[in-house]
């Protein structure tokens, strides 16, 4: 679907996700992340760019586990993530846009929950080619696990913690041979909607990952 088809409908309240490919299965247990070895920090931090055209070949379950552990997984016994997070809150979710539906990365149980049964990679941004991209991953804050923080506050610190996590993704795919962009132009309403979030949960931001191109 081009850019400005999706404008007009997301002008209109009527950009919806595509019917699933294949099946949405409930849960997806997920390989343990490999936590060891990869690239030297300074070499990934030297090959750190934005993609914007990927092919179509799905992440293996294998490598999709560890990109969503270096993003915001466990790397503490008391429960400390991958990602900063004020006062502990651990507010940011990541919803998982796959072809077969849309999940929410359970970093504890290192599992997918399926929330949606359809693609709802075309309703991640404007861009023509999310349509097409075998990942799309969407950051969502739910504030109400900031009780602690002022209101004032709480949307500034969750777009802190979301660009930490969205930076670990960075690092991850240019470590990995893949390719990503973050995203920022995007229809919160048709996201929320398609989620089924809630009043206290507010989307922030995509981000886009797979392999290049060709």
Same mark, same amino acid.
Do not use: C
């Given at each position: 679907?081009?850019?400005?088809?999706? /404008?007009? !409908?997301? %002008?209109?309240?009527? #950009? &919806?996700?595509?019917?699933?490919?294949? +099946?949405?299965?409930?849960?997806?247990? *997920?390989?343990?992340?490999?936590?060891?070895?990869?690239?030297?920090?300074?070499?990934?931090?030297?090959?750190?760019?934005?993609?914007?055209?990927?092919?179509?070949?799905?992440?293996?379950?294998?490598?999709?586990?560890?990109?969503?552990?270096?993003?915001?997984?466990?790397?503490?016994?008391?429960?400390?993530?991958?990602?900063?997070?004020?006062?502990?809150?651990?507010?940011?979710?990541?919803?998982?846009?796959?072809?077969?539906?849309?999940?929410?990365?359970?970093?504890?149980?290192?599992? /997918?929950? !399926?929330? %949606?049964?359809?693609? #709802? &990679?075309?309703?991640?941004?404007?861009? +023509?080619?999310?349509?097409?991209?075998? *990942?799309?991953?969407?950051?969502?804050?739910?504030?109400?696990?900031?009780?602690?923080?002022?209101?004032?506050?709480?949307?500034?610190?969750?777009?802190?913690?979301?660009?930490?996590?969205?930076?670990?993704?960075?690092?991850?795919?240019?470590?990995?041979?893949?390719?990503?962009?973050?995203?920022?132009?995007?229809?919160?309403?048709?996201?929320?909607?398609?989620?089924?979030?809630?009043?206290?949960?507010?989307?922030?931001?995509?981000?886009?990952?797979?392999?290049?191109?060709?």
């Amino acid at each position: 679907m081009s850019t400005l088809t999706k /404008l007009a !409908l997301g %002008a209109m309240g009527r #950009l &919806r996700p595509r019917p699933a490919q294949g +099946d949405a299965t409930p849960k997806i247990a *997920l390989p343990a992340p490999d936590k060891a070895g990869g690239m030297p920090l300074m070499e990934a931090i030297s090959k750190r760019r934005s993609e914007r055209e990927f092919a179509r070949t799905e992440l293996p379950l294998a490598m999709l586990s560890s990109l969503l552990w270096a993003a915001n997984g466990i790397n503490r016994p008391d429960g400390g993530r991958t990602a900063p997070s004020a006062m502990h809150a651990q507010e940011i979710d990541i919803y998982v846009a796959l072809p077969s539906g849309a999940y929410l990365y359970d970093a504890g149980a290192n599992a /997918l929950q !399926l929330v %949606a049964g359809t693609d #709802l &990679r075309r309703v991640t941004g404007y861009q +023509d080619f999310v349509d097409e991209a075998p *990942l799309d991953l969407v950051y969502v804050a739910d504030h109400s696990r900031m009780r602690l923080v002022p209101v004032a506050s709480r949307e500034s610190f969750a777009s802190a913690a979301a660009g930490a996590i969205s930076q670990n993704v960075y690092l991850f795919a240019a470590g990995n041979g893949l390719s990503t962009v973050i995203r920022a132009w995007i229809d919160r309403d048709a996201i929320a909607n398609a989620l089924g979030l809630g009043h206290d949960q507010q989307v922030l931001l995509s981000q886009t990952v797979g392999f290049p191109k060709g």
